[in-house]
């Protein structure tokens, strides 16, 4: 019986993803930059051409997840939004350029977000 359990945990251990990347736009005020949004075990990376526009997030790091549509996701963080807007927290928007936002990659985030 401790055989079988410890196969099964194996194989859904070994079958589990470690973690999904899209090719993403995100918008700012004036323009917009586009990058890899990736999702992994440990943490949220955004990378793109513009370094300073670039962050990477651990999940106790994001308060939410924001799933807009199928092809729109939204995190929200606790970085700083700055000083004129004291008190408030950075959200990004992300468009996916590739693939969509579907239940798996649903339970995925829902499994590390730390709320």
């Known amino acids: ?13 070994g079958s589990a993803p470690e973690g999904y990347t899209f090719n993403v736009r ?5 323009g917009a930059c586009h ?15 513009h370094e300073e526009h670039d962050r990477e997030w651990s999940y106790p790091d994001v308060e939410s997840f924001e ?4 092809g729109e996701i939204r995190i929200h963080t606790y970085e ?13 928007t992300f468009q996916l350029e ?3 936002v579907d239940a798996e990659i649903y339970r995925f985030l ?3 977000s730390p709320r």
Do not use: C, N, P
């Open 80 to 92: 700083s939004a700055g000083v004129f807007k004291l008190g408030s927290d950075r959200a990004f």
């Open 67 to 70: 799933i807009v549509s199928t």
């Open 1 to 13: 019986m401790k055989l079988l359990l410890l196969l099964l945990w194996v194989f859904q251990a």
């Open 26 to 30: 995100h918008d700012h005020a004036f």
């Open 35 to 49: 990058g890899r949004l990736t999702f992994g075990e440990k943490s949220v990376q955004y990378a793109t051409e």
């Open 98 to 100: 590739d693939g969509l």
């Open 110 to 112: 829902q499994a590390r």
